[in-house]
């Protein structure tokens, strides 16, 4: 019975070749822009590698200091006489002046007070200067640096190509010992081979010896969006020893489970209340922002501190795009699929006169529908690995690359079956109810 209905399928799509092109190029197109949005998302947000425990994860960008004050305003009420404003009024009333400063934090202030934290089963630190310059046989090279402690790596779960981590060891001796990323080993080594380990890089004027190469991420995630990674205790000592509560350090905390995230913010949140500040500070209070990855990535892109209000304005929006990207040539899709059963009312009329019931016809062209779409799928698939081959390749979304993990080909598949059917069902029940007598007219 199936490979009756596939080479039914099949002569049916060669009948009308016009139709069929038409048909295949809507499918193919539309699969293969919705498999790179697909690759995009999960590039940035999606669980790979080294953010596989984002779902147990909580980040800390910033500190923000604030400073409140009780002000006496004066308010004056004016009124229009013959077309001149007049005083009518005035009085005046107390109310809350609020000054704040956003700031990431200094080595001092994470160390002392985010470390010792109870809740998180790690702790990372990390400190994202600009840039770094290395030199190899007079070339020069520019890196994106990011200084970290031992528990960066037990947060994200870098993929070690060759070489290993750094050791608490390394953090506390402040050894000079570099972890870096495929790519950046290709740019100075020209290779990214098991060679590569205990080699020296010349970066800023000083020799570090290459303990590990990682896979670069698929995002610019801030969090892990470097090219070499240095043991923190390296950075300028004025960084390490200053006074001050900000500076340029990030955290990140992994909890045993998610369940266990409200806790760790609790914890957070307690800390930053009960925080006391210098007698001579010009602030009264500090609040430390902490959320999760998905949540930070929404509040930081509309610059709203709500995290269930920054969900709800970037996510359900975006949702809505996407179902009418895809209802929109679905729409197309069955109205090419009404026309294409409607001319075949003779054919439909002809076979129940020989006993066919409407599942049988139902049955029949919901699986020529699936053909058309598989095949448009196969196409858009080869399409969208090959756009997606070319920008990585070229680098055209700077360091963020589109990915094609098996979550993404799982995507794929299933709007490839709900293409498929969804624009095959309508029309053909429709035609599976159709009369004998009206068919056959």
Known sequence: MFKNYLILALKVL?????????????????????????????ATLGENPPMSNAERMIIMPTMERTRTETDTILNVDTVMVAGVARYDSTYTYEDDVTSNSNNPMS????????????????????HNNSHIDGYLEGRKFSFSPYYVNAGYWDVFDFNFIHGARFIPEDIEQANKVVIITDKAADDYFGEATASVIDREMEM????????????????DNPLVGGDVYLPMTTLDNRELTSEALYGGFWAAFLADSPADLPALQSEINFMAENYELP?????DKISLFNSTPRDGYAQALLQEK????????LF?????????????????????????VAERKGEIGVRKAFGATGRDILIQFVFENLVLTFIGGIIGLVLALSAISYVNQNDLLGITRLSSTPQVFLYFLIVVLFFGFLSGILPAYRMSRANVANSLR
């Not at 359900?316 to 294409?340: D, H, K, Q, S, W």
């Open 279 to 283: 007698p001579d500070s010009y602030y």
């Open 306 to 313: 709500d995290p269930v209000v920054a969900r709800r304005r």
């Open 316 to 340: 359900i929006p975006v949702t809505i795009l996407l179902m009418l990207f895809v209802a929109l040539p679905l729409l197309n899709l069955i109205n090419l699929n009404i026309g294409r």
């Open 204 to 219: 800023g004027g000083v020799r570090y010896r290459v303990r590990g190469i990682v896979d670069r991420p698929l995002s």
């Open 107 to 126: 080595y001092k202030f994470v160390t002392e007070n985010l470390l010792p934290l109870e809740e998180p089963q790690y702790t990372a630190l990390m």
């Open 14 to 42: 060669k009948r009308k070749p016009f139709y069929t092109f038409i048909s295949l190029f809507g499918i193919s197109f539309t699969l293969m822009i919705l498999m790179l949005l697909t690759s995009l998302i999960n």
